[in-house]
């Protein structure tokens, strides 16, 4: 059974920084991309970042871009969120997911989901 479990969320001051990390466990997915999509109440769930496990390819969402890093590490089969100067406009449920076909951005490509875990901006 293929799971997906996110951690590391919480309340933090804008500015501040967190890492979420997302454990996956069930089969081997070193051929899959993983994901971090948000959504805020009210929103669509909207695409933040994905990479190859490998690392040979990233993609990020324009609003994050030079705040937040994806990375993978495949032997502990997880993978990490790293938010840097985070904004109140970051406040969300984060999910990570996984895709083993083609199309990164859309959340419709993607195979498995975690839970999500709550990411709070706020002075």
């Known amino acids: 059974q293929v799971q997906l479990v996110e951690s590391g969320g919480g309340l933090v001051q804008p500015g501040g920084s967190l890492r979420l990390s997302c454990a996956a466990s069930g089969r081997t997915f070193s051929s899959y991309t993983m994901g971090w999509f948000r959504q805020a109440p009210g929103k669509e769930r909207e695409f933040v970042a994905a990479t190859s496990w490998s690392g040979s390819y990233t993609a990020y969402a324009d609003f994050v871009k030079g705040r937040f890093t994806i990375s993978g590490d495949i032997g502990k089969n997880t993978g990490y969120l790293q938010m840097n100067s985070l904004k109140p406009e970051d406040t969300a449920v984060y999910f990570c997911?996984?895709?083993?076909?083609?199309?990164?951005?859309?959340?419709?490509?993607?195979?498995?989901w975690g839970q999500g875990t709550q990411v709070t901006v706020s002075s």
């Open positions: 997911a996984a895709n083993s076909g083609a199309g990164i951005r859309s959340a419709k490509v993607y195979d498995f």
